[in-house]
């Protein structure tokens, strides 16, 4: 979440790395680090069963966004994702979600990535 909060920190990034780290001989080539990422649903389930509506339609990109002013942080979109890509984060004593929004159209996860393992389409 450099992006949005100025810090690398695992704990709180948009995205998750899956490990499948097997070590040793003959161990399957399919054990590697997998990237999940927001899949920015149309029509987005976490939008559509938001009780306060804090999702927001960013139009230049095509996604929805949260709002944090207006998220009451009941996990409701967190429930309704189907791929586990909300995240609930304190802010100033209070629990909001949030979801990739693209870093507004400049991912840094896909500019950083070491490997090159992501691409932005």
Same mark, same amino acid.
């Given at each position: 979440?450099?992006?949005?909060?100025?810090?690398?920190?695992?704990?709180?990034?948009?995205?998750?790395?899956?490990?499948?780290?097997?070590?040793?001989?003959?161990?399957?080539?399919?054990?590697?680090?997998?990237?999940?990422?927001?899949?920015?649903?149309?029509?987005?389930?976490?939008?559509?069963?938001?009780?306060?509506?804090?999702?927001?339609?960013?139009?230049?990109?095509?996604?929805?966004?949260?709002?944090? +002013?207006? $998220?009451? !942080?009941?996990?409701? &979109? #967190?429930?309704? =994702? /189907?791929? *586990?890509?909300?995240?609930?984060?304190?802010?100033?004593?209070?629990?909001?979600?949030?979801?990739? +929004?693209? $870093?507004? !159209?400049?991912?840094? &996860? #896909?500019?950083? =990535? /070491?490997? *090159?393992?992501?691409?932005?389409?």
């Amino acid at each position: 979440m450099i992006h949005h909060e100025g810090a690398f920190n695992p704990r709180n990034a948009l995205i998750r790395v899956e490990s499948n780290r097997e070590f040793g001989l003959n161990k399957p080539i399919t054990n590697i680090d997998r990237p999940h990422v927001c899949r920015q649903c149309d029509p987005a389930p976490c939008a559509e069963n938001c009780p306060a509506e804090a999702f927001d339609a960013h139009q230049a990109l095509s996604i929805m966004v949260v709002d944090p +002013d207006k $998220c009451i !942080g009941c996990e409701q &979109c #967190v429930q309704e =994702c /189907p791929y *586990g890509m909300i995240v609930l984060h304190r802010e100033e004593g209070d629990v909001k979600a949030a979801k990739c +929004d693209l $870093c507004g !159209g400049e991912p840094l &996860c #896909v500019r950083n =990535c /070491p490997v *090159g393992a992501l691409i932005f389409e």
